[in-house]
């Protein structure tokens, strides 16, 4: 009977660990769900004042299952998302702190997933061979990384380790875009529409390239993600000095409804709110 009675205790930590966990998962599961309403709130202003207590909700729930890749991905979207939609053109400082929490988060969760994806200690052509391993499992983390990544080095220009970074960023983003094109609204060209619209030749900038992915963002998201012409106007347009194109953009983002793809709507809303800055701000650029 001692032996059995000493077993107790044990037991019973076990089981009080493994409800705990399933708990956490659970609540996990649930965020990962509501992710999607918290995409389609028609209200900019509403949704960044609930977005931050949202992080720091799946940031506690790391702090108890660290190795979560699910909430790994999300924190590294909700970071992503906080930043370029609320911070990056008004608080620059604090879109960078946020970009840079959602590319460690992202990597986290590629070393979670793919253990030799060391991608901040490998070099770039090591980082490259270990890429074409990588499959679906992996995208997002490689897409969200990428986007925090060179989120944060385009608001960190005057620092040069930054910039050295950007190649490893657009081989994580050229991996996504072999993957899964349509990934994110075509997210990966739209990043890749605006790094070649955005880099002076020398540097490996292109026009022709740049217009091409923008071109095909549009047609994999069927022409209804709104973000994809105000990009294009501010990158493309405003690089190759074309100001009926810069006009054209910003009206068709503004006459297109919002919300015609599930998961867009917040983005579309926000689309809307930037064409019409630009718009005001038009002699800046022409």
Partial sequence: MKPLLATLPAVALLAGCSLKTMALRSTAALLDEGAMAFYEEPDPAFARETLGAQLKLVEALLRNDPGDVKLLDLAAQGFGGYSFLFFEEEEPPRAKGFYLRGRDYALRALRRRRGALEVERLELQALERELKGAGRAELP????????WAGWINLSK???????????????MRRALELDPQYHFGGPDLFFGVYYASRPAILGGDLKKAARHFSLAKERANGKFLMSYVLEARYYAVAAQDQALFKSLLTRALELPSGALPGARLSDEMAKRRAETLLRRIDEFF
């Fill in 158 to 172: 005057d620092s040069s380790e930054a910039v050295a970074d950007l190649p490893k960023a657009v081989a994580l």
């Fill in 141 to 148: 983390s490689m897409f969200w990384a990428a986007f925090n």
